[in-house]
């Protein structure tokens, strides 16, 4: 399965995003710092920027706020109602004595 193209994962994060908006702002008690990449980081704002768990020396903070956007559903707790769809695409390449075959579920 090494030879697959027109894909691309899609991070809870970037679900997050469709239904939110996520700033970061400095904060002396924050948990998060910016990171230099995607590759390194566990949270995306909608400004593009990446953020990563802090060390213990690093002391310019980020408190991050997540906030509804205000088409997003919520149910009667005032809790966001996220939902996403997903599709089971298995694709079987033709070798040999097998033909190629593709099935989505």
């Keep these: 399965m090494t030879n697959i193209s027109g894909f691309k994962p899609v991070t809870m994060n970037d679900v997050l995003l469709r239904y939110a908006s996520v700033t970061a702002k400095e904060s002396s008690d924050g948990t998060l710092v910016e990171a230099a990449d995607e590759a390194t980081a566990t949270v995306k704002t909608s400004d593009g920027k990446y953020y990563r768990p802090a060390g213990e020396n690093e002391t310019v903070t ?29 694709n079987i390449p033709e070798t040999g004595s097998t033909k190629k075959s593709s099935k989505t579920l």
């Design 62 to 90: 980020y408190k991050i706020t997540v906030s509804a956007n205000s088409d997003t559903p919520k149910n009667d707790n005032d809790e966001m109602i996220i939902s996403e769809n997903y599709y089971l695409t298995i």
